[in-house]
């Protein structure tokens, strides 16, 4: 990692330059591009569930490495502690990674898990699904679901509990097996902006009750629970006709078809011929036994007589709508003088209710791949949390973007 490190001043200056996107190396809080060995410095779970090897390996067609996915089938489990704590409150937080499916994905997933401090209850050794995490961002797909999630926990202000929120109609996974790099930007406006592959998919709000389910803030009131419809009430806006009466020649019995007396059999019907015959190049299989499987009768083929005919068999008069078919009579609906609207519980102010200026986030200590998949082949490179989404599209240039071109 040490020589990870030292690579970052390069890269920043060689953008600066080139491109013409200058940030400080104070702005990148984590970087790990696996272009070394990650044991000893990443620690895989000991939980026996996750069964699955992981190994540094070279993305395919390029010199690039990354930590790879080798088994289908199997649960991972991988974290990395950073050098300290690192708020997301602080001002703007840009979360950013690379992935390559280079086997495709038929179900699992391959996103990342900012993880809280230990403090709160987890070793990285013993790391799973129920270590507390922050932030959950990456794609994930299974059947008809394909997303890239983004999940964060947040402790309720007023029962207390971490709950989860995620993210509305979240953009889709690309399908291709080419390397793509995701990006979460954090604003201190409370915005988020979802980015694959440097553009824009989303972009939310944190308070907004259209982009989180649940929403982070809950509705001023609820319907009362206790409220019930009065028996009386009428939710009808149309009802029959009270005053009307069926006309005397409405026939209900009256069939919906009759048949067609002014039709007339086309000439050159063949009334003796049937539409199909025996096939006569059939013959009876030599293990036919017609005490047990009863009389042989040949396939039958199209009449061939029937082709040049307008028809073959005992000729039908067709059938024709009945004019004065009408069906069963209902009475005309009319404006119910009744009619009330549709009833609802009054709203009564919501016990859970709270105001928020923006989220309370809880700090990252590490990072975290934590994934069952069906698929394997899948490589996790280019690792990044900053402080500034200069940062991302430098090593998004830089790093991601002449790998993606070739």
Sequence with gaps: MERSRKLIPQLLLIACFVFQICASYD??????????????????????YY?????????????????????????Y????ELDSVFSLNDGTVVLQFEVRLQNGLECGGAYLKNLRPQEVGWKPKDFDNESPYSIMFGPYKCGSTNK???????????????????????????????????????????????????EEKKKVNFLSAEDFEPALIPPKTIPDPDDRKPEDW????????????????????APMEIEDKDAVKPEGWLDDEPEEIDDPDALKPGEWDEEEDGEWEPPKNDNPKCELAPGCGEW??????????KG????????????????????????AYF????????????????????????????????????????????????KFEV
Excluded at 53 to 58: E, I, N
């Design 27 to 48: 702005d990148v809080m984590f970087y790990e591009p696996f272009d070394e060995s990650f044991e000893g410095k990443w620690i895989v779970s000991e939980k026996d």
């Design 51 to 75: 069964q699955g090897v992981w190994k540094l390996s070279k993305s395919e067609g390029h010199d690039d490495y990354g930590l790879l996915v080798s088994e289908k089938a199997k649960g």
């Design 77 to 80: 489990a991988i974290v990395k």
């Design 148 to 198: 890239v999630h983004f999940i964060f926990k947040l402790k309720n202000p007023k029962s207390g509990e971490s709950v989860e929120y995620h993210l509305k109609h979240p953009p889709s996974v690309p399908s291709d097996k080419f390397s793509h790099v995701y990006t979460a930007i954090l604003k201190p406006d409370n915005e988020l902006k979802i980015i694959i592959d440097g």
């Design 234 to 253: 009428d939710e009808r806006a149309k009802i029959p006709d009270p005053d009307a009466v069926k006309p005397d020649d409405w026939d209900e019995d």
């Design 316 to 325: 039908k008069r067709p059938m024709k709508r009945n004019p004065a078919y």
């Design 328 to 351: 069963k009579w209902h009475a005309p609906l009319i404006d119910n003088p009744n009619y009330k609207g549709i009833w609802k519980p009054q709203e009564i102010p919501n016990p």
């Design 355 to 402: 105001e928020l200026e923006k989220p309370d986030f809880e700090p990252i200590a590490a990072i975290g791949i934590e994934i069952w998949t069906m698929q394997d082949g899948i490589l996790f490179d280019k690792i990044l949390i900053a402080s500034d989404e200069k940062v991302a599209d430098i090593y998004r240039e830089t790093t991601w973007k002449p």
